[in-house]
């Protein structure tokens, strides 16, 4: 059989490798460090840093696709990675948020008022034009709310664009939302795309807590209007793989959060809770194999993280004969930290 490639070897590459393998392929992991929550699924692991472009072009020579499960692989070193899927453009279009923002806007999305800025003067001027409540977020490398500031008012700025070191940013005004939600679709390289149902999402410290379908009703009003734009940004980065986009459902219509080319922390319920997951379907796509049907398979599907210490007790969940435990053989639980998950379907 063929083998797949992945850059990243976390858990993503782990649910990612038992979906190839379910469908009779061997997943070969790139990543740094000498092993990782894919390493026990994977049937090879080469460790590299994603900044040496000759080495992952050595590890992709060696494939026969190439995908990526990490957000801040190096543009630079995958772009010369003949038939990586996703291409480099939809990696980097969403690994920088002024770029990510500003495509979005492109594609009629509606983001939060935002600004890059990359100084102190600059950050004070927008938040001038944007007004407090703000976040100040880095532009690249940020992932479960690090790399993020809350500014309340003007007075914040200067202790704030130290906190994040002086990082090229962007500044974005706080929107109210009513709820948070994602749209995840698959897309193969012919252009046919597949849609799971809109996932709503809770955060508490910028992280997902617990993805959930169907979606509240507020949701619901505004989810053909999220998915079409997810439509949109997918079928202008002509990108082949899952895409994953986050929204704020507001009173006045989806605003745009942020995207990734990539199997997504608010798709997990999809093993379980979907005909088809978006694991599988991801590597259907990008191995040119038909799209499975992305329908729910009861009534509603429940995921929950296990952050940190929260994966102690995983015994006392498998007490409840409905939940489905998945954990991702990470050794210590530091604060925050997704160690596993637990998803029920009803
Ligand atoms: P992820 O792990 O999803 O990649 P991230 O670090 O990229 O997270 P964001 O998605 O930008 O972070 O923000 C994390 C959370 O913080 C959001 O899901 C939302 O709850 C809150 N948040 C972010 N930006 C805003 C905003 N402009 N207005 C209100 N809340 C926000
Ligand atoms: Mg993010
Ligand atoms: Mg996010």
Redesign the pocket.
């Known amino acids: 059989g063929s083998t797949i490639g992945i850059l990243g070897g976390g858990q993503l590459g782990r649910m990612l490798a038992i979906a190839a393998a379910n469908l009779g392929y061997r997943t070969h992991i790139y990543a740094p460090g000498m092993s990782g929550p894919a390493s026990e699924v994977a049937a090879r692991w080469t460790a590299g840093r994603y900044e040496d472009a000759k080495a992952v072009a050595a590890f992709a020579a060696q494939v026969d696709v190439v995908t990526y499960e990490f957000?801040n692989v190096v543009v630079d070193a995958i772009r010369g990675v003949h038939g990586i899927c996703p291409s480099a453009r939809s990696l980097e279009v969403s690994q920088d948020?002024a770029i990510e923002k500003a495509f979005a806007e492109e594609q009629g999305g509606r983001p939060?008022p935002w600004r890059a800025v990359g100084s102190l003067e600059e950050l004070n001027a927008a938040l001038a034009e944007i007004g407090a409540p703000?976040?100040l977020?880095t532009r690249r490398f940020?992932?479960?709310?690090?790399?993020?500031v809350r500014i309340a008012s003007a007075g914040e700025a200067a202790g704030a664009w130290v906190a994040i070191k002086g990082a090229p940013a962007v500044l974005?005004?706080?929107?109210?939302?009513d709820a948070?939600f994602s749209i995840l679709l698959a897309r193969r390289e012919d252009g046919s795309i597949v849609t799971w149902d809109a996932v709503e999402?809770e955060?508490r410290d910028?992280?997902?807590r617990c993805s959930s379908v169907p979606a509240s009703a507020p949701i619901a009003a505004q989810a053909a209007e999220a998915k079409a734009l997810a439509g949109r940004i997918a079928g202008a980065l002509d990108h082949v793989g899952v895409l994953a986009c986050?929204f704020?459902a507001t009173a006045d219509g989806p605003v745009f959060?942020?995207m990734?080319p990539r199997v997504h922390?608010s798709g997990h319920w999809t093993i379980e809770g979907a005909v088809t997951s978006q694991f599988e379907n991801h590597i259907r796509a990008i191995c040119g194999l038909p799209l499975g049907s992305t329908a729910l398979v009861g009534a509603r599907a429940e995921m929950r993280n296990l952050l940190g210490d929260e994966v102690e007790n995983w015994p006392t969940i498998l007490t409840d004969p409905t939940a489905h435990l998945h954990l991702y053989g990470k050794g210590k639980g530091r604060p925050g930290r997704k160690m596993g998950h637990v998803t029920r379907v009803g």
Do not use: S, T, V
């Open positions: 957000e948020r939060a703000a976040i977020k940020g992932y479960d709310g690090k790399g993020q974005e005004g706080m929107i109210a939302f948070e999402n955060h910028g992280i997902l986050e704020f959060n942020e990734a922390n």
